[in-house]
């Protein structure tokens, strides 16, 4: 499911990237390509729930794994959604030049969590201490997601009079979309400590 979202968040930069460069043919190819790679990663979510349900763990255990299991599943449908929003209709382009150095710097950082999120996955089997330092991390980069999301849509609102409302809407939910990513990977984050409480208990 890690490598999975790592793709869909690359893919999801390069639809916006289409958006910014007026090329809807990438942008419709790409939205194709997040929605394919969500219903795999949601097959995945469904083996692995069913596996989970079915074994017998410990409930704490079984807990934890669903927490996480859901969290990347969530992670996928809200990287789905952001996709979407943007695709629904072509916004205002002087919005988009407003905003496009802002919006690629907050792509290239839910990317770079991506990567870290599969390194926490890789690391869990082997090095509990070790996934939990790189969920660490991913917490500071949603922190950071955060204060990049304030400013986007400050700079969104102090459009309003030069632009259109259904883009100001549209943009705001693209945003808002995008800021889900980064609190689902932090959820995740959230399920190792717990996993780890619970096999340390």
Request: with cysteine.
């Given at each position: 499911?890690?490598?999975?979202i790592?793709?869909?968040?690359?893919?999801?930069?390069?639809?916006?990237?289409?958006?910014?460069?007026?090329?809807?043919?990438a942008?419709?190819?790409?939205?194709?390509?997040?929605k394919?790679i969500?219903?795999?990663?949601?097959?995945?979510r469904?083996e692995?729930l069913?596996?989970?349900?079915?074994?017998?763990?410990?409930p704490d255990?079984?807990e934890?794994?669903v927490?996480?299991?859901?969290?990347?599943?969530?992670?996928?449908?809200?990287?789905?959604d952001?996709?979407?929003?943007l695709?629904?209709?072509?916004?205002?382009?002087?919005?988009?030049?407003?905003?496009?150095?802002?919006?690629?710097?907050?792509?290239?950082?839910?990317?770079e969590?991506?990567?870290?999120?599969?390194?926490m996955?890789?690391?869990?089997?082997?090095?509990?201490?070790?996934a939990?330092?790189?969920?660490?991390?991913?917490?500071?980069?949603?922190?950071?997601?955060?204060?990049?999301k304030?400013?986007?849509?400050?700079?969104?609102y102090?459009?309003?009079?030069?632009?259109d409302?259904?883009?100001?809407?549209?943009?705001?939910?693209?945003?808002?979309?995008?800021?889900?990513?980064?609190?689902?990977?932090?959820?995740a984050?959230?399920?190792?400590?717990?996993?780890?409480?619970?096999?340390?208990?």
């Amino acid at each position: 499911m890690g490598e999975d979202i790592k793709t869909a968040c690359e893919t999801l930069k390069q639809l916006f990237l289409g958006a910014i460069y007026n090329n809807e043919d990438a942008v419709s190819s790409n939205l194709v390509k997040i929605k394919t790679i969500t219903e795999k990663i949601a097959m995945a979510r469904e083996e692995i729930l069913e596996l989970l349900y079915g074994g017998a763990f410990l409930p704490d255990f079984k807990e934890a794994m669903v927490m996480l299991t859901q969290a990347l599943y969530h992670t996928s449908t809200s990287i789905k959604d952001s996709a979407r929003s943007l695709a629904s209709r072509k916004p205002s382009e002087k919005c988009i030049i407003s905003i496009r150095e802002s919006l690629l710097s907050y792509l290239s950082l839910i990317q770079e969590a991506s990567e870290k999120v599969i390194l926490m996955l890789s690391t869990l089997s082997r090095d509990m201490q070790e996934a939990l330092k790189v969920g660490r991390e991913i917490q500071m980069l949603e922190r950071a997601g955060d204060d990049m999301k304030d400013t986007l849509i400050t700079k969104l609102y102090e459009l309003e009079k030069e632009i259109d409302l259904i883009t100001i809407l549209q943009m705001r939910d693209v945003i808002f979309f995008l800021d889900d990513i980064l609190d689902s990977m932090e959820d995740a984050t959230l399920s190792v400590e717990i996993l780890y409480a619970t096999l340390k208990a």
